[in-house]
């Protein structure tokens, strides 16, 4: 620990150093803000047709980070929605049609072949690809 004149001398070294860190944090939490986009009310959903049953029927049990940080196959994405039904306890589709516009949501967007990013969310963090 530093005494008497050591301690006068570091106390403004310190302090500065302490500002320059916060005002970098503040900084990259703005940066990180305006590149999540959201106010978008389906983030991190990217936009499509089925984003808004997609939405609901997965945010209702788990993250929706859940379903964007992975790329699977139709065949996967619909075993996994049969699984969830099924084992766990996911409400079931009011109809076909509506399970169907999920599926074809999930395989269109978030399917090893869908163009772009895997996720809107978290610049520089990319997600992992299934393997399936």
Request: glycine letters at 8%; hydrophobic letters at 45%; charged letters at 25%.
């Amino acid at each position: 620990m530093l005494q008497g004149r050591g301690a006068a001398l570091a106390a403004p070294v310190i302090g500065a150093a302490a500002a320059a860190a916060m005002g970098l944090s503040l900084a990259g939490a703005i940066l990180a803000q305006e590149a999540l986009d959201v106010d978008d009310p389906w983030y991190p959903l990217p936009e499509g047709e089925g984003v808004m049953e997609v939405y609901y029927a997965c945010n209702a049990c788990h993250s929706l980070r859940t379903v964007t940080n992975v790329r699977y196959s139709r065949r996967v994405w619909d075993e996994l929605l049969d699984w969830m039904v099924e084992e766990q306890g996911m409400p079931e589709f009011r109809d076909e049609e509506e399970r169907q516009m999920v599926l074809d949501y999930l395989a269109t967007h978030l399917s090893p072949d869908a163009e772009g990013e895997p996720t809107r969310a978290s610049p520089g963090l990319p997600a992992p690809r299934a393997s399936w």
